[in-house]
């Protein structure tokens, strides 16, 4: 096993720290210097990463291009949400032909991240399935979502029963599966996520989710599908 280690973090630093992160300056000073990140690669093409922060996050991961036989599983200490993946993935890509977005929750901010990127020509056009409460405790981000669709920035949106959080995503060359913890919107704790580039992972969960897209109520697995 080869192991290269970058930097050492401290999940328990970065925990505390995001605690503290709204309370003093000196936090933040403190968080400048204490956001940290390592490196473990092994041979059989998985790689491991850790970081805390999305521009740490970003620093390091463009160095780490997404390849076919390649997974890469990242743990993060704070301050990296789902859109932080399509940023990675969009600095080794220059246009994505689609994107499905699968989450429980809505971020402003993230969306407006998702106007941009498709009026650039960075992304032509994404799909959204979100959790079956997005329509009423996030009624600002729903109707921007809404204008988004209208605009033909997103395809299909649907609330459903979800609380999956994946990111399907078509290069046109390549089909990449994000699967994280994390939601579409910043939150201060520990995620994990893996991503991995592979047609047939894709295909098994865009097949899936297509049928949600096409009808809601079929998003619970029946027993006897499951089996």
């Not at 056009?125 to 979100?130: A, E, F, P, R, S």
Request: proline share 3%; with cysteine; hydrophobic share 35%.
């Amino acid at each position: 096993m080869e192991v290269q280690y970058l930097d050492f973090f401290d999940p328990l630093e970065a925990q505390t720290e995001s605690a503290e992160e709204e309370k003093s300056p000196i936090a933040k000073e403190h968080r400048e210097r204490r956001r940290k990140f390592d490196l473990l690669e092994i041979p059989d093409k998985i790689l491991f990463r850790k970081a805390y922060g999305v521009m740490q996050f970003l620093e390091k991961m463009k160095f780490t291009p997404p390849q076919k036989g390649h997974s890469i599983h990242v743990i993060t200490g704070g301050n990296v949400d789902m859109i932080c993946y399509l940023q990675y993935i969009l600095l080794h890509y220059e246009h994505l032909e689609h994107v499905m977005i699968s989450t429980w929750c809505l971020g402003g901010s993230e969306l407006l991240m998702m106007e941009d990127w498709h009026k650039q020509g960075k992304v032509k056009v994404y799909d959204m399935l979100c959790g079956e409460h997005c329509r009423n405790q996030y009624k600002v981000e729903w109707a921007k979502l809404m204008r988004m669709q209208e605009a033909g920035i997103v395809d299909r949106c649907v609330c459903s029963t979800n609380h999956s959080k994946i990111i399907l995503i078509d290069t046109g060359t390549d089909k990449i599966v994000i699967e994280t913890s994390s939601n579409f919107n910043m939150n201060p704790r520990i995620e994990q996520g893996c991503i991995t580039v592979n047609d047939e992972l894709y295909d098994f969960f865009f097949s899936y989710f297509d049928v949600i897209f096409k009808d809601p109520s079929q998003a619970t697995l029946k027993k006897e599908a499951s089996k």
